[in-house]
């Protein structure tokens, strides 16, 4: 395309009536400056054959078609172009069907009798721009941004659907892990920036020795793992370890530098190794760890002397049903901050073990065991009980705050969930309205209907619903309007380092944009930097919580924060960032 010249978007409008299609097409005219060109099928068969050949750019899309009816159709166009923005163009005047409508896939519903040009214009516009933040935030959720490779989450997904076919067809599958020999010295030697381009380029290596089923990912740092779906025998993988090692026996080029370098890989099979993931990455990462203390470039098969870890797991079970029992769980509080006014507003309440042994444990250390076994029933429930005789109290010193607490999955799955938050409402004489209760957007949406119902009772109740780490799924937001949570908090991997120029920085505007149209507010995790902060300001949202103001502290600390006004400084006002 020449210098200079603006490329003209290819409408597909996707209407029986030729009066509505006469209509839309003068009212595009009218609009001389759009820079659209309006192609037309009458039916959806017709419609389909048009996506197929390519160029489209927006889907005007009537519900009401020859040979397809209602959000059906939505369906259909969605399922064979996911990736292209839908306006549904209709006659009926329906709230309830504009709200099913975006659920179903499409980005905007407009009625036919109320639109003119300009309008239909930003209409277009805003549906591409939309469906492009949601396409950035479903890229960012699965992809590793350095390197492009698929991350643990889409890893997990891709080792979730082979081992279900492995059982179904008795297949073997192997699970390897990989770790680079020696990239610390690269990374202090040549610096970091010469390490992220080996990073890619092992990447590319990687990808060259695998077959096209197979998955290599970047699970983080300088760990890679591949996923050998279908294996004839247990041989083959050992055969595909064998190929990556001789990979790395040629020098990797970085820029103007030959880098040589060798990698550890460890195996696991299905099933003699495991039967479901968990168990499968950890034999595998365990088989890893005994190739380096084996001097590294080599591969080690699982042994049954690896289980050790197993029996570590059962050991760190029985010390937190002891912790239980005696109480060494502890309540700390991090603050959340108001942008505007800069003042502390709410707390979110976090749970760390005061061992007697080890210190102070970070949930890291024992909340997936505890989710396993189903110890973060009560231990939620300890949770939730403190925190709101904590802010109780508070309240009563007179510092009115909120209180967030985070919910597990199975906690929510109780049969007495509701019930049992209600008590502790009426236990602490907290009122509801001061409570808000977090969920993680993946939990939210892998159980739509009844989480939904769930949450639906609870803000009946005054009980606020708030969505965190939002962006680490991949949700739209016309998913995530089901609910609707009140609150949106932007997971921490988008706002570190956030620049002007960041593509996470276009996924934080996307995501504060279209929150504030749906009437959600919106707090940033992970705030550390000065330059993340004015960056969140600028683009108005509305709070934030991270270490650049505190990170969780007992609540003897936070409220020192209260009784000495500890806050930033206002938006309006320049100075010291915190005061």
């Given at each position: 395309?020449?210098?200079?010249?603006?490329?003209?978007?290819?409408?597909?409008?996707?209407?029986?009536?030729?009066?509505?299609?006469?209509?839309?097409?003068?009212?595009?005219?009218?609009?001389?400056?759009?820079?659209?060109?309006?192609?037309?099928?009458?039916?959806?068969?017709?419609?389909?054959?048009?996506?197929?050949?390519?160029?489209?750019?927006?889907?005007?899309?009537?519900?009401?078609?020859?040979?397809?009816?209602?959000?059906?159709?939505?369906?259909?166009?969605?399922?064979?172009?996911?990736?292209?923005?839908?306006?549904?163009?209709?006659?009926?005047?329906?709230?309830?069907?504009?709200?099913?409508?975006?659920?179903?896939?499409?980005?905007?519903?407009?009625?036919?009798?109320?639109?003119n040009g300009n309008l239909l214009v930003r209409a277009i516009r805003y549906a591409i721009e939309r469906k492009r933040a949601q396409e950035q935030i479903r890229d960012l959720a699965y992809h590793d941004e350095l390197t492009r490779l698929p991350n643990r989450r889409l890893f997990l997904d891709r080792l979730g659907l082979a081992l279900t076919q492995a059982r179904r067809k008795r297949q073997l599958l192997a699970v390897m892990m990989l770790d680079l020999d020696g990239f610390k010295i690269v990374n202090d030697r040549l610096g970091h920036a010469k390490g992220d381009l080996l990073l890619q380029r092992v990447g590319d290596r990687l990808k060259a020795c695998i077959r096209s089923g197979d998955t290599v990912a970047r699970l983080g740092g300088d760990e890679f793992t591949i996923l050998l779906p279908e294996l004839a025998q247990a041989d083959d993988a050992a055969r595909s370890a064998h190929k990556i090692l001789d990979a790395f026996t040629h020098p990797f080029m970085v820029e103007d530098q030959e880098l040589s370098i060798g990698t550890s890989v460890g195996i696991s099979l299905y099933p003699a190794d495991g039967t479901d993931a968990a168990t499968l990455l950890k034999n595998a990462d365990s088989a890893m760890y005994r190739a380096k203390k084996q001097g590294g470039n080599t591969y080690q098969l699982c042994t049954p002397a690896m289980k050790v870890r197993a029996s570590e797991r059962l050991t760190l079970e029985r010390n937190l049903r002891q912790a239980l029992d005696q109480h060494e769980f502890v309540v700390y509080y991090q603050p959340l901050v108001d942008l505007r006014s800069g003042k502390i507003f709410g707390a979110e309440a976090v749970v760390r073990w005061q061992h007697p042994?080890?210190?102070?444990?970070?949930?890291?250390?024992?909340?997936?065991?505890?989710?396993?076994?189903?110890?973060?029933?009560?231990?939620?429930?300890?949770?939730?009980?403190?925190?709101?005789?904590?802010?109780?109290a508070w309240h009563t010193r007179g510092y009115p705050l909120r209180v967030a607490v985070n919910l597990a999955a199975r906690q929510v799955r109780q049969e007495d969930f509701v019930t049992q938050v209600t008590k502790?409402?009426?236990?602490?004489?907290?009122?509801?309205?001061?409570?808000?209760?977090?969920i993680t957007e993946q939990m939210a949406m892998r159980n739509l209907g009844v989480n939904s119902a769930v949450f639906d009772t609870l803000s009946s109740l005054m009980v606020q619903v708030s969505m965190e780490d939002f962006g680490a799924g991949h949700s739209p937001l016309s998913e995530v309007k089901q609910y609707p949570p009140k609150t949106l908090k932007i997971d921490q991997a988008f706002v570190k380092g956030i620049g002007a120029k960041s593509r996470d920085a276009d996924v934080v505007r996307a995501v504060i944009d279209l929150a504030h149209s749906m009437d959600m507010k919106v707090i940033a995790e992970g705030v550390e930097t000065t330059e993340e902060l004015d960056f969140l300001r600028a683009h108005q949202c509305d709070a934030m919580q991270g270490y650049l103001f505190s990170p969780p502290v007992p609540p003897e600390v936070f409220e020192q924060f209260l009784v000495q006004g500890k806050c930033l400084a206002p938006a309006d006002q320049e100075g010291p960032a915190i005061r």
């Open positions: 395309m020449p210098a200079g010249k603006v490329k003209r978007m290819r409408v597909l409008l996707i209407e029986d009536n030729e009066d509505a299609v006469h209509l839309i097409r003068d009212a595009l005219t009218e609009a001389t400056a759009a820079r659209l060109d309006l192609d037309h099928a009458n039916c959806l068969a017709i419609g389909l054959e048009h996506l197929s050949r390519g160029g489209i750019d927006v889907v005007l899309l009537d519900l009401s078609l020859p040979d397809s009816q209602g959000l059906e159709t939505i369906h259909t166009v969605h399922a064979h172009r996911p990736e292209i923005p839908i306006v549904v163009l209709t006659g009926i005047e329906d709230d309830t069907l504009a709200v099913e409508a975006v659920q179903a896939g499409a980005q905007d519903y407009l009625v036919k009798g109320q639109i042994e080890q210190g102070l444990v970070s949930p890291a250390g024992f909340i997936d065991v505890a989710i396993e076994t189903g110890l973060i029933v009560p231990l939620g429930l300890s949770v939730l009980r403190t925190a709101c005789t904590q802010v109780k502790v409402m009426n236990e602490t004489r907290l009122a509801p309205e001061w409570l808000d209760v977090e």
